[in-house]
């Protein structure tokens, strides 16, 4: 990392960081439980391979047969039901040990759903960002976008979540992108109806895919030529 870069790096992310701390100071540790720690133990237990392409996220991300969808034996799934972005920036150790080729991220909507405000998942995000950097300076970064919710399908207990904030976040992920150097995937047009929701028919409670919906995800990433 060029030392010019590294000082814009290093300012882009006390900006974020000092408008999260103003709005949030404590660390949501709800993400640490059984699910976490187990799943966390697991992964620590696998061998790493060379040139890894990691889907890293919650359990959005932990629902995709990313190895069977991707076809490609160096991709794992490092998915955990339940994460937020503190717990992402936790266990990056593990997911950086491999120094792997690329990270797919997606994060944000647990935080959103427990009333974290969206200037903290992005600071979060921003710091997930800068540590990949310079602790893996040659894995290349994916950034995806929060996917859409049907609103009407959501439970009551998802009652923080809706569009308005999860495109807002995204509009702010897409400039964070810009600033950082890693790539922004709006995964979007691969699942949303014509109103920006997504589509009933993908969905199992408005916010959670069918697995066959996982087809669409990474057909977009192959269209848009993301994994070769």
């Not at 503190?86 to 040990?97: H, P, T, W």
Request: aromatic content about 8%.
């Amino acid at each position: 990392m060029n030392a010019l870069y590294q000082r814009a790096l290093v300012g882009c992310i006390a900006i974020f960081c000092s408008t999260a701390n103003a709005q949030q100071t404590t660390v949501d540790s709800t993400y640490l439980n059984s699910h976490y720690t187990a799943r966390l133990d697991f992964f620590r237990k696998m061998p790493d391979k060379k040139h890894e392409i990691v889907f890293l996220g919650n359990s959005l991300t932990e629902g995709g047969k990313w190895q069977e969808l991707v076809s490609k034996r160096n991709v794992i799934n490092r998915g955990i039901s339940g994460d937020v972005t503190y717990g992402i920036f936790a266990r990056l150790d593990e997911v950086l040990s491999s120094r792997p080729s690329k990270i797919f991220l997606l994060c944000g909507i647990n935080d959103m759903k427990r009333g974290t405000p969206n200037e903290v998942i992005l600071a979060n995000i921003a710091k997930i960002a800068a540590r990949v950097k310079r602790e893996s300076p040659k894995t290349h970064l994916f950034i995806q976008s929060l996917l859409p919710v049907n609103e009407g399908m959501l439970p009551a207990s998802y009652n923080k979540i809706n569009n308005a904030r999860i495109n807002a976040l995204n509009s702010s992920l897409e400039s964070l992108c810009r600033q950082t150097g890693a790539t922004y995937v709006d995964l979007h047009p691969a699942l949303e109806d014509q109103d920006g929701s997504l589509r009933k028919e993908l969905s199992i409670d408005g916010l959670h895919l069918r697995q066959a919906s996982y087809i669409l995800w990474a057909n977009h990433l192959k269209k848009l030529n993301l994994l070769d």
